[in-house]
């Protein structure tokens, strides 16, 4: 029957059956999928796994440092964090189109993971972070999913003459039993229950051309939606909420002065499935709460708006 416990310890046991004394490498995302396996094969074969993370600049604030705290300080894992943010912003610049941006980004990070990996010359196998519903359906958008399914095909991608073979150890659950393996492994509750974040990351929540500045103006912001819907208990009641900059400037005043500055969306839909989703009816109270401490607190912000559009016709993400 099953229990968390069963599942790691199968896992674990076809894991070390499947690689033997070989080495992984593993890209580490920070996201709950990749996470687990980094637990899961951590406790299958301990030091023989090594995890790349790629911080792309374009991660949320704090995100990089959590992901190096909770592996590399808490559990021992070996990571290795790549600072790609200069890679990743020089291509992205003037470019606007939002389909372009996707590649660019998906592109840039299969090149700066492939140069890593290729130093590691005694890897085997790559491992992934796939789960049930990623295989059954190839829309993985749906699941969040997208980024690693383009670099799943790309595999291909890395150099020639490190032919890795793939293992994928979630590849027959679903997203709750991920969870719980997760929380049974020890992960932070709060990680294991994270809302998803898309592959490009703030790179499709940066509207139109991506600039530093304007990653450094939504990160704050972002991150104060998030800690009053947690400190108001509304964190788990959402499916997926999270701040969008927008490129506009707007009128404001601060006592006898005037402020031209830009505009930050906030955003929080419920869903089941992905497919489909309602805009959450989020107390004003609250809304007027963030709205206040955004403007306030971040200077370069002036307005704050909150979206009221479902899916269909809107998508979740603005781009
Ligand atoms: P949309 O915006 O299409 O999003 O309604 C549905 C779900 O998919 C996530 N999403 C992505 N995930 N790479 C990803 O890994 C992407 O390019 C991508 N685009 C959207 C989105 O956050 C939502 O959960």
Not at 175 to 201: I, N, Q, T
Not at 232 to 255: C, E, I, N
Not at 295 to 311: L, P
Request: glycine share 8%; proline share 4%; hydrophobic share 45%.
């Amino acid at each position: 029957d099953w229990t968390a416990g069963n599942i790691i310890d199968d896992a674990i046991e076809r894991v070390r059956q499947q690689v033997g004394e070989d080495e992984v490498l593993l890209g580490l995302s920070g996201g709950v999928d990749s996470s687990v396996v980094a637990a899961l094969l951590h406790k299958a074969i301990g030091d023989r796994l090594t995890c790349v993370f790629v911080d792309n600049g374009l991660l949320r604030q704090g995100e990089g440092d959590q992901v190096m705290a909770t592996f590399a300080k808490h559990m021992g894992v070996r990571v290795i964090r790549v600072d790609a943010e200069d890679v990743f912003l020089s291509r992205l610049a003037g470019v606007t189109d939002p389909e372009q941006k996707r590649k660019i980004i998906g592109n840039t990070f299969i090149d700066v993971f492939d140069a890593e990996a290729a130093k590691l010359k005694n890897v085997q196998w790559l491992a992934q972070g796939t789960i049930y519903p990623d295989v059954i359906e190839s829309a993985g958008a749906a699941t969040g999913k997208a980024h690693v399914i383009k670099s799943h095909h790309n595999v291909g991608g890395l150099p020639a003459d490190m032919k890795l073979k793939l293992v994928e150890p979630l590849r027959e659950l679903f997203k709750d039993e991920v969870r719980k393996v997760g929380l049974e492994l020890g992960l932070p509750a709060d990680m294991v229950y994270r809302h998803p974040f898309p592959g490009p990351g703030l790179g499709v929540r940066i509207l139109g051309e991506v600039k530093k500045d304007y990653a450094d103006l939504l990160r704050p912001a972002d991150h104060i939606f998030i800690e009053e819907l947690r400190a108001h208990d509304l964190y788990d009641k959402v499916s997926q909420a999270f701040a969008v900059f927008l490129p506009v400037k707007s009128v404001g005043v601060t006592g006898d002065g005037r402020r031209y500055e830009y505009v930050i969306a906030l955003r929080a839909v419920e869903t089941i499935d992905f497919m489909t989703a309602r805009w959450a009816h989020l107390p004003y109270d609250f809304l007027d709460l963030v709205s206040r401490r955004i403007i306030n607190e971040i200077e370069g912000i002036s307005r704050v708006t909150y979206d009221i559009s479902g899916k269909p016709p809107a998508t979740i993400e603005w781009e």
